[in-house]
């Protein structure tokens, strides 16, 4: 199967399936509102060039990686908070007149197509990419696909287990590594979405009688609902660095 690259700056038709391939690969309630998913659409607007899809020959989407080009001076001290962070100051803001690096947000490959080496590619098209102007390479607030099933364990300790053999345990977090990436740190609240108790309980299809940390279906850490009446689901993500590849 022929496959072709491209991005929404070449391809704009292509922007409905991309989001709907990105939103298909969270849990429902990670689009909802939060500073960063405010403006997610206007990354698609103002960064369409880094907005890569990866096409079969019958122009069927299979993959997309979703990014925007900031500043960062290489120190895992100057990262952003995390997701919310990036889109919120570069999307206001508009982008840096001399980027440092790119920062993906989100890798994102249909499920009919997984394990066939999409993602990989669209990283490291990316890493080859930013080698001309964003000399940092590439940084990434992952999103351990694993987690949700180990929600009480801390990220830092979830982020550090290893197979027997000393391989990462975590699957994305692993191709990230194994890539040639390596850690930098946790972003402990990398996408906050704060909602009322109310739409919570009506997207658990249950009650949440009082404060507390509820566990939530998808979610890597528990929700946690205090007594003003809201809901508060703070995502960590763990940041990592690929170098730019030099074609």
């Known amino acids: 199967m022929a496959l072709t690259l491209t991005d929404l700056s070449r391809d704009p038709w292509l922007l ?6 990105t939103g298909a690969n969270m849990p429902a309630f990670m689009s909802w509102e939060s500073p960063g998913n405010w403006r997610w659409h206007g990354m698609y607007e103002r960064f369409p060039a880094h907005q890569l899809c990866l096409v079969d ?7 997309a990686a979703n990014g925007l080009p900031v500043r960062w ?12 962070e990036v889109l919120v100051e570069t999307v206001d803001h508009g982008p840096p007149d001399h980027p440092d690096a790119v920062c993906m947000l989100s890798v994102s490959v249909d499920p009919a197509h997984r394990a066939a080496g999409h993602a990989e ?5 990316v890493r080859t990419r ?3 102007w964003c000399p940092r390479g590439l940084i990434i607030p992952v999103r351990p696909t694993r987690k949700p099933l180990y929600p009480l364990i801390p990220i830092e300790e979830y982020a550090a287990w290893r197979h027997p053999d000393g391989r ?13 990436a390596r850690r930098l740190g946790i972003a402990r ?4 979405i704060r909602q009322p108790v109310s739409r919570w309980e009506e997207f658990l299809g249950h009650a949440l009688p009082g404060p ?5 279906p998808g979610g890597l850490v528990p929700l946690r609902v205090t007594d003003d009446g809201h809901g508060t689901y703070a995502e960590p993500n763990v940041w990592v660095h690929h170098p730019a590849v030099v074609p």
């Open 121 to 125: 590619r669209l990283l490291t098209e």
């Open 73 to 84: 001076d290489g120190t895992a001290a100057s990262l952003p908070s995390g997701s919310d």
């Open 189 to 192: 609240r990398s996408l906050v």
């Open 168 to 180: 990462c345990f975590d699957p994305w977090l692993r191709t990230h590594l194994e890539l040639g």
């Open 212 to 216: 507390g940390d509820y566990p939530l």
């Open 130 to 132: 930013s080698a001309g």
């Open 57 to 63: 020959d019958a122009g069927t989407l299979l993959a």
């Open 16 to 21: 409905p399936e991309v989001d709907a391939l």
